[in-house]
């Protein structure tokens, strides 16, 4: 039983324990790149330009009249 233990960690049973090593650390590396990335392009959403003219009009920085045709402009964009 020794000798097997012996060729296990002494033969070329270090090499399946470097591949074990190294497929941890690259899926672990792989997991972060991807949750990052997907982080980066669904953390902000874009606004139409709809909700832009609502929230302007909201504020009070455009009249109803400008409201009105700016409204109109959009859609038959």
Same mark, same amino acid.
């Given at each position: 039983?020794?000798?097997? #233990?012996?060729?296990?960690? #002494?033969?070329? @049973?270090?090499?399946?324990?470097?591949?074990?090593?190294?497929?941890?650390?690259?899926?672990?590396?792989?997991? @972060?790149?991807?949750?990052?990335?997907?982080?980066?392009?669904?953390?902000?959403? &874009?606004? $139409?330009? &709809?909700?832009?003219?609502?929230? &302007?009009?909201?504020?009070? $920085?455009?009249?109803? $009249?400008?409201?009105?045709?700016?409204?109109?402009?959009?859609?038959?964009?």
């Amino acid at each position: 039983m020794a000798h097997n #233990f012996a060729n296990w960690y #002494f033969g070329w @049973g270090w090499f399946i324990w470097l591949g074990f090593i190294f497929l941890m650390f690259s899926s672990v590396g792989n997991w @972060g790149y991807t949750y990052r990335a997907h982080q980066k392009y669904q953390g902000h959403p &874009r606004k $139409e330009a &709809r909700d832009i003219l609502n929230e &302007r009009y909201a504020r009070g $920085e455009i009249t109803r $009249e400008q409201y009105s045709q700016l409204k109109t402009d959009i859609a038959s964009a």
